[in-house]
């Protein structure tokens, strides 16, 4: 069975930065990805990486956010720079396999998520 914990969220005023990171166990079978989700919305593909370090990204978030893994340390991050109040969210990390077209596709493998909020 797949764990995975967010941690990482907080408040940040707008053009601020944070990292999420996400500990999961059985860590590097996987592709991993972040996903968020405001009130009312469905949960969004935000940023994914497969194997060899191959990456995908929403394009609201292109240039902005980078998205890493350390398989020694069993853990995903997302470093996510200039924030605006549109990317307040709960995020939430996800196993699943990025395939070779650029496609992602999520197991039901998540954590219990981590809030962020961009205001001033």
């Known amino acids: 069975q797949v764990q995975l914990v967010e941690s990482g969220g907080g408040l940040v005023q707008p053009g601020g930065s944070l990292r999420l990171s996400c500990a999961g166990s059985?860590?590097?079978?996987?592709?991993m990805a972040w996903y968020r989700q405001t009130p009312g919305k469905q949960r969004e593909l935000v940023a994914a990486?497969?194997?060899?370090?191959?990456?995908k990204y929403a394009d609201s978030v292109k240039g902005r956010f980078a998205i890493s893994r350390d398989n020694s340390k069993h853990t995903l991050y997302l470093q996510m720079n200039s924030l605006v109040p549109e990317d307040t969210a709960v995020y939430y990390c996800?196993?699943?396999?990025?395939?070779?077209?650029?496609?992602?596709?999520?197991?039901?493998?998540w954590g219990q998520g981590t809030q962020v909020t961009v205001s001033s």
């Open positions: 990486i497969g194997g060899g370090d191959r990456t």
């Open positions: 996800n196993a699943g396999y990025l395939d070779l077209g650029g496609t992602y596709d999520p197991y039901n493998y």
């Open positions: 059985f860590f590097s079978d996987y592709s």
